[in-house]
C-alpha cells in the first residue's frame, strides 16, 4: 500500500526532495507505479475501481507535487538572485574603453558655452540651394565661393553647403525676432591640405534684435568672453576684414596659444592665431528675409580648427583618418 502522498508533499522543503519524490512515487519502481502493476492480478469489477481508484490518486499526487515544486522553484530562484549580487565596481582588466572624437568634444563644449547664454541651436539641411547659401546672404554671381573649384554642385542646381550661414537665411525667414540662436554643423569645400579637409564643422551665431538693442560691442564682448573659455587667458583682436554678408566685419585672432604670442611655427611667427570671423548683419540680408527696423550680429567659426589649437594637433586630415592610434589619445 501507498501512505499519505499529499503529507510527503506539503512537507517538503526544496526542488530536489522534490524531485526525489516524485522517483520514489512516480518512477519505475515508485511506489504508485507498483501499485498499477499489481492490477494484473485483478479481475472484473474490482480491477475496475482499483484502476479508477489510482488513476485519481495519480492525478491528483501530480498536480500537487507539480505545484509544490514551482512553488520551491520560484522561492529558491528569488533566494539565489539575492545572493548572487554583482559586484560591478570590481575591476576588470578586459574592458576597453570608447572616447569621444576630440572634434565632438571641441563641439559639445563650444554649443555648451553658448546654452549657458541662453542661445538656442538650429540646424539646416546639408544639401542646399543657391538662394540659402549665396544670394540671400549677399554673395554675388561672380564671387569665387560660387564657383565649381571651391563648391560641390548637383546635377540639378543643389549644392553641398560651404557654410553654416544658410541657417541664418532659414531661421530669419521661419521665426520673428528677437533672434538668438547659434548652429553647429558639417560643411562642404573642394579642398584637400594639411588644414583643410572636403568636409569639416563650423558652428554659426546669429542675433537679431530692435535696432539699438544689438550692437558691435556686445559681439566684441561675447567673443572675447568665449574665447577665454574655450582657450584660457589670451589677448583677443579684431581685424577688420570682409564677409558679402556682415558690414562691417572683422576676423578675430588669439594670441598664439603656443608662443604665447613670441612668434612660433604655428602662427607663423605672427604671434597670432586667427579662429573666427564675424560682424555686424549686413542690411542686404534683412532685405532678403523681409526684415524691417532690426540690427543684428553673426558669428561663424571652424570647430577642427578649434580641436587642433586645442590638442596641437598640425594634420587635419588625421581627425578623420579613423586610425585608432590617433584617437586612443583623446581618451
Ligand atoms: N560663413 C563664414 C565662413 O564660412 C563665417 C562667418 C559667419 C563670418 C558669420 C561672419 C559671420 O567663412
Known sequence: MI????????????????????????????SLTQEFSKLKDLAGEEKKVRAKELNELKERYTNELYLKTEILKTKELQERLLREEIDVTLFSPLTSKGAIHPVNATMDRIIEYFISLNFGVESGPLVEDEFHNFEALNIQPHHPARDMQDTFYFKDGKLLRTHTSPVQIRTMKNSKPPIRIISPGAVFRRDYDLTHTPMFHQVEGLVVDEIGKVSFSNLKYILEDFLTYMFGEVDVRFRTSFFPFTEPSAEVDISCIFC????????????????????????????????????????????????????????????????????????
Open 3 to 30: 501512505g499519505d502522498i499529499s503529507k510527503e508533499i506539503e512537507c517538503l522543503k526544496t526542488s530536489v526532495e522534490a524531485e526525489e519524490l516524485r522517483v520514489k512515487v512516480f518512477g519505475k519502481k515508485g
Open 260 to 331: 604665447k604670442g613670441s612668434g612660433c611655427r604655428v602662427c607663423k611667427k605672427t604671434g597670432w592665431l586667427e579662429v573666427l570671423g564675424c560682424g555686424i548683419v549686413d542690411k542686404n540680408v534683412f532685405d532678403a528675409v523681409g526684415y524691417k527696423n532690426v540690427s543684428g550680429y553673426a558669428f561663424g567659426l571652424g570647430v577642427e580648427r578649434f580641436a587642433m589649437l586645442i590638442h596641437n594637433v598640425n594634420d587635419l586630415r588625421s581627425f578623420f583618418e579613423t586610425d585608432t592610434r590617433m584617437l586612443e589619445q583623446f581618451r
